[in-house]
Structure formats: structure tokens, C-alpha cells
């Protein structure tokens, strides 16, 4: 199993700006698609944002324009650049590992939390 080890988040006011990161360990799956998702209080988990192996990105409607996701494939790390920042974007935000070929084969991370004050 990919381990996922995330880091980046904390408190924020409106405006300002973040960036998650997400450290994958090694995986045999290389063609896969690495992303983050965040869950608010009372809400279910939702895509923010993902990448695949190849550099293909999807947004979530609400933060396109606002943050972009990246990686590095060879040091296999995920980025999320947030920038004006909003109170909803307060949430969990988690990191997803996923493979292309296997669909059954993928991890979560633990979380971190990004609160945004108004």
C-alpha cells in the first residue's frame, strides 16, 4: 500500500495563500492519478483537485482559477497551491493516491486541516 504523508496546512485569513504537499512512498503503479480531496464539518468528502503520472488536471468548479495542483514525479510529491483563499475552503483536505491500471489500488492520506478566517 502507498503511504501518503501530507503537510502544508494551518490557519489562514481570507485573501492569503497555502500549499499542501502530499509525499507518496514508492509504488509499482506508475501510471496513476494523485490528488487531494477535503471534507467540511457535516459535509462528505469532495474532489478539489487531481493530477495524473502523465500531467493531466481536473478542478473542482469552485477552485479553478484559485489553486493549481502539480507534482513531481521523481521525488513522486503532489502540490496544492491555494491562493484567495475563502472561508469555505475551510475543510479537511486529504491526499488520494490512485492507480490508472488497477482500479481497486489506492491510499488516503490523514489529513490536514486548512481553516480560513473572514
Known amino acids: 500500500q502507498v503511504q501518503l504523508v501530507e503537510s502544508g496546512g494551518g490557519l489562514v485569513q481570507a485573501g492569503g495563500s497555502l500549499r499542501l504537499s502530499c509525499a507518496a512512498s514508492?509504488?509499482?503503479?506508475?501510471?496513476?492519478?494523485m490528488g487531494w480531496y477535503r471534507q467540511a464539518p457535516g459535509k462528505q468528502r469532495e474532489l478539489v483537485a487531481t493530477?495524473?503520472?502523465?500531467?493531466?488536471?481536473n478542478y473542482a468548479d469552485s477552485v479553478k482559477g484559485r489553486f493549481t495542483i502539480s507534482r513531481d514525479n521523481a521525488k513522486n510529491t503532489v502540490y496544492l497551491q491555494m491562493n484567495s483563499l475563502k472561508p469555505e475552503d475551510t475543510a479537511i483536505y486529504y491526499c488520494?493516491?490512485?492507480?490508472?491500471?488497477?482500479?481497486?489500488?489506492?491510499?488516503w492520506g490523514q489529513g490536514t486541516q486548512v481553516t480560513v478566517s473572514s
Open positions: 488520494n493516491f490512485r492507480s490508472l491500471v488497477v482500479p481497486s489500488y489506492y491510499s
Open positions: 514508492k509504488s509499482i503503479f506508475t501510471t496513476n492519478a
Open positions: 493530477i495524473t503520472s502523465g500531467g493531466s488536471t
